[in-house]
């Protein structure tokens, strides 16, 4: 908790840049979120112009994370999560969808966006019996995070780890795998790996991420179903194995997310 100090924060408010729109702001717009500016809430209609679909992955991508943690929490007796790419505070926010699950888990948020840095302390909230606090790292640099996430975690022991709807911006493919590898190698056997991602099979989704990647923003790279399934590598899913948002687990009998060109999966390290 000691990177959340008022000098840290007026340090981050001093870097935030709203001259060019960034994804974590943007997701927050889509999300019904107020923590955004004018650029991205533009950059983030005219996505939604091209792909009106965006909105509904986003929702899907919560609505997944929120099962998958309950899911983890209360059938696998997890205590301990790491949500690498944090975001910006929106309703449910990973240590409440935890703790309400169990009042005593522990949440390590990771992310390098000052803006969500400003904000850190909205996120530093949970419950008496468990514990939040925030990495401020970057997703490339593995090795810091667990190094970190060390001082909040007992990695002795499982955590679950969420990679929501980030890996696209590891833009390099041979890193984006050493990432997941980086971050799973510290962690004990019977920990999880949460992740949720788009595919590159919508043409209309294709299109407007390369518009989106033109205005200057950090770019995301939409990807195949085979190369998202080699994030599991070595990994024992849990069933339904790797399926599209709507269809892992869910709660109602039929959901219309479910056509959405996404996969995501819950996978346990032996």
Request: charged share 25%; with cysteine; aromatic share 8%.
């Amino acid at each position: 908790m000691a990177d959340v100090t008022p000098g840290r924060e007026q340090e981050s408010d001093s870097k935030i840049n709203t001259d060019v729109p960034q994804s974590a702001r943007i997701w927050n717009y889509w999300l019904g979120g107020t923590d955004n500016y004018e650029i991205d809430r533009i950059a983030g209609d005219q996505y939604v112009a091209l792909y009106p679909g965006i909105v509904e992955i986003a929702r899907a991508g919560r609505y997944f994370m929120d099962r998958a943690i309950r899911f983890l929490a209360l059938d696998r007796g997890i205590r301990q999560f790491m949500d690498c790419g944090t975001g910006l505070p929106t309703v449910d926010n990973t240590h409440e969808m935890a703790q309400r699950a169990a009042p005593d888990a522990k949440v390590v948020y990771v992310d390098n966006d000052p803006l969500v840095l400003a904000h850190a302390r909205a996120l530093l909230t949970g419950t008496p019996e468990g514990g939040t606090s925030y990495i401020d790292c970057d997703l490339h640099d593995p090795k810091t995070i667990m190094s970190r996430a060390a001082e909040t975690l007992d990695l002795s022991r499982p955590v679950g780890l969420l990679l929501i709807g980030v890996m696209g911006h590891i833009v390099d493919p041979g890193e984006a795998y050493g990432v997941v590898r980086g971050l799973m190698e510290p962690l004990v056997s019977g920990s999880y790996l949460i992740l949720h991602d788009s595919t590159d099979e919508d043409e209309a989704f294709n299109a407007a991420q390369r518009a989106y990647d033109a205005t200057g923003a950090i770019p995301f790279r939409l990807r195949g179903p085979e190369f998202i399934r080699g994030y599991f590598d070595g990994l024992e899913m849990v069933e339904p194995g790797l399926v599209t948002s709507g269809a892992w687990r869910p709660e109602v009998e039929s959901m219309d997310i479910e056509d959405l060109p996404t996969l995501c999966a819950v996978a346990r390290k032996p």
